[in-house]
């Protein structure tokens, strides 16, 4: 197996076991939303304290999942991975862009006719526990911060071992 590879099995699989510890396990776990911006400055602290607590778990797992397979990933490479992870975790927690999201206009109409969001219903599911909110919460996390991670790790170990 090539290093480039190994380098992006390896960080795919520390950052999905790594995203389960950190971001749900982890301190400061916080889902905030538009209805937060009253309280921004402490909710802005929670989200802070949010998003390094994952990365640095983030960061603990690949680095745990890239030493017991012995491929040496350079350091520059875990960090902006870590970081872009983080900083994109911070945006999905932020929770405003995934309340848009589920507000794009689909073919479904309230009982006046007005056209109502794809996934505002899914979204707005339940106003505790597991919802639909935070179903697409994972699932953005997933499809798209994971693989940007990833990407970003990747590319700059290539990058360095020209």
Known sequence: MSERIAITVLTALGALLGHHGGGLLGPGRLH?????????ARVAGNLLCNASTYAAAQAVTKWAFYRTAGVRVPWLAQLTGVVAEGVVHAVIDDGRLLARFAAIPGRQRDEHGARIGRQKRFHGLADHGVNGRALMDQAVHHQVQIPVGVAVTTAVAALIAR
């Open 32 to 40: 905030v939303g538009p209805q937060a911006a009253p309280h921004r």
